[in-house]
């Protein structure tokens, strides 16, 4: 557990440092909303609205993939 993140649940990810945009925060889905929380400014932020249902996340390089149980979402963090 990081910062009260549980790392092991399906919708919580962790930004690898060196690894694409977005590299030692941590991404999450709560309240059908992904949102980040960067542990060194304490500062959360809402990424993306109405992601229902959302079974799992993952990050690679830039992108979060949201896992739905009727859909899979994209997020681009190079786009913010």
Known sequence: MIHGFDLSSPL????????G???GRIFYVQDEK???FDPVTKMSM????NVK????ISKSACIITIECS???????LSSL
């Open 12 to 19: 919580v990810c962790e930004g690898i440092v060196g690894d």
């Open 21 to 23: 945009c977005g590299g």
């Open 34 to 36: 992904l949102q980040t």
């Open 46 to 49: 809402i990424l993306l609205e």
């Open 53 to 56: 249902n959302a079974q799992k």
């Open 70 to 76: 009727d859909q899979t979402r994209e997020f681009d």
